[in-house]
């Protein structure tokens, strides 16, 4: 199983950025897809899923700001964020099962 994460980059407060997830070697369309973020010095969290069915959940601070997304056709997910803060500056990576894939660094400046 490979998940390869990009669209990473800077983007200035209040912008906004869409981060793709393309996986390859598992049944795409049955699984639940994640994305997670870890700031410097911080654990990392869970910023959103997305389950086989298209059920989505978020976390907090990002409710109303981020949106996660399957296209089961191209096997990728996406999350795009907007309104933007610098807080949201960490690097983002997806999950299924137990694998992850790399991140990709979203830095946003205020």
């Known amino acids: 199983v490979q998940l390869q994460a990009y669209g990473g980059g800077l983007v200035q407060a209040g912008g906004s950025l869409r981060l793709s997830c393309k996986a390859s070697g598992l049944n795409f369309s049955i699984n639940t897809i994640a994305w997670y973020r870890q700031a410097p010095g911080t654990q990392r969290e869970l910023v959103a899923n997305?389950?086989?069915?298209?059920?989505?959940n978020y976390e907090d601070s990002v409710k109303g700001r981020f949106t996660v997304s399957r296209d089961n056709v191209r096997r990728q997910v996406y999350l795009q964020m907007s309104s933007l803060r610098p807080e949201d500056t960490a690097v983002y990576y997806c999950?299924?099962?137990?694998?992850w894939g790399r991140g990709t660094l979203v830095t946003v400046s205020s």
């Open positions: 999950k299924t099962l137990r694998f």
């Open positions: 997305i389950s086989s069915s298209s059920m989505t």
